[in-house]
């Protein structure tokens, strides 16, 4: 048998994927035949405009959905909302930068918040759906920084790696079922969340962009080159094909190296 990613009849639900990961994870799961619910807390016609692109351009079905994943009411309407959830992508996060007597409490409140507490409340609200369905893929995505630590993130690090329990013990509690979970760690990918770091760092270290690229955010990636969120869009591509039906409650890196070292 030869195994095909076919995602047709299917409905993904992708948190924060107005730009970025998410985004890209989006366009990948369409191309691959999913319907495809883009969300963000924002409601501009920018959103809409960009699922309007991906059904224009690849067929299936896609809808903008706006909703506050620091808010767990708003997690879980944006499920019901959805109608359906086979494929549930927690993607939204945030960054902050701090050492930990400075790092700012409703900073740490947020992060906690999007990057791990909106997790809960999607899969809780959308493990039902994928009941009824007889069918459901749960994916997290966390990061490096979900197996390894850095100074500075403390919030960030806490909740990457609290995703990466809360993955283990949903894949444990569906284990019998048809239904996986697994979490996605990458390295460094160029996207809005990580371009906006790069100032900061240049006039701290005084260096320019390409340095700041190569001697910092490379530093720990030992293939020196980003990920792309093309790459991490086939990877979940992959989790929700048959040949990953046995795959689950892992922390798949996607990270050039990175944890390896
Ligand atoms: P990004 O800033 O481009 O995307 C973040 C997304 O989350 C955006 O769509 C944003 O609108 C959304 N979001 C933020 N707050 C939200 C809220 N309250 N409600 C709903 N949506 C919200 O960043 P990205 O790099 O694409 O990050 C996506 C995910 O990948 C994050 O969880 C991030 O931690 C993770 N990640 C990124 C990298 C990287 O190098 N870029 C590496 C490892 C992990």
Redesign the pocket.
């Known amino acids: 048998m030869a195994f095909t990613i076919d995602l047709a009849g299917k409905t993904a639900v992708i948190?924060?994927?107005?730009?970025?990961?998410?985004?890209?994870i989006a366009w990948e799961l369409a191309r691959a035949g999913a319907d495809v619910v883009l969300?963000?807390?924002?409601d501009r016609d920018e959103d809409h405009a960009i699922a309007k692109e991906i059904a224009d351009e690849t067929g299936v079905k896609a809808r903008y959905i706006q909703?506050?994943?620091?808010k767990g009411d708003q997690c879980r309407r944006l499920i019901a909302d959805a109608g359906a959830c086979d494929i549930l992508v927690n993607?939204?996060?945030?960054?902050h930068v701090a050492a930990i007597p400075d790092f700012p409490a409703e900073k740490w409140d947020?992060i906690i918040a999007?990057?791990l507490s909106?997790a809960f409340h999607t899969t809780a609200a959308a493990l039902p759906m994928m009941r009824d369905a007889g069918w459901g893929r749960v994916i997290n995505?966390?990061?490096?920084?979900g197996l390894t630590a850095s100074p500075y993130k403390s919030a960030?690090i806490a909740a990457?790696h609290g995703i990466v329990g809360l993955t283990k013990t949903t894949a444990l509690e569906t284990a019998e079922e048809p239904i996986t979970a697994n979490t996605i760690?990458?390295?460094?990918?160029?996207?809005?969340?990580?371009d906006?770091q790069i100032p900061d760092t240049m006039k701290e270290y005084d260096m320019s962009r390409e340095d700041v690229i190569k001697n910092v955010l490379l530093k720990r990636q030992p293939s020196k080159e980003?990920?792309t969120?093309e790459q991490l869009g086939g990877t979940t591509a992959f989790l929700c094909s048959d040949a990953a039906a046995q795959i689950t409650g892992t922390a798949i890196s996607v990270d050039g190296g990175w944890t390896a070292l």
């Open positions: 948190t924060g994927s107005n730009s970025g990961i998410g985004l890209g969300n963000s807390f924002t909703a506050d994943m620091s993607n939204a996060g945030i960054q947020a999007i990057n909106s995505i966390a990061s490096a920084h960030y990457k760690c990458p390295g460094y990918v160029l996207t809005p969340l990580v906006a980003f990920a969120v």
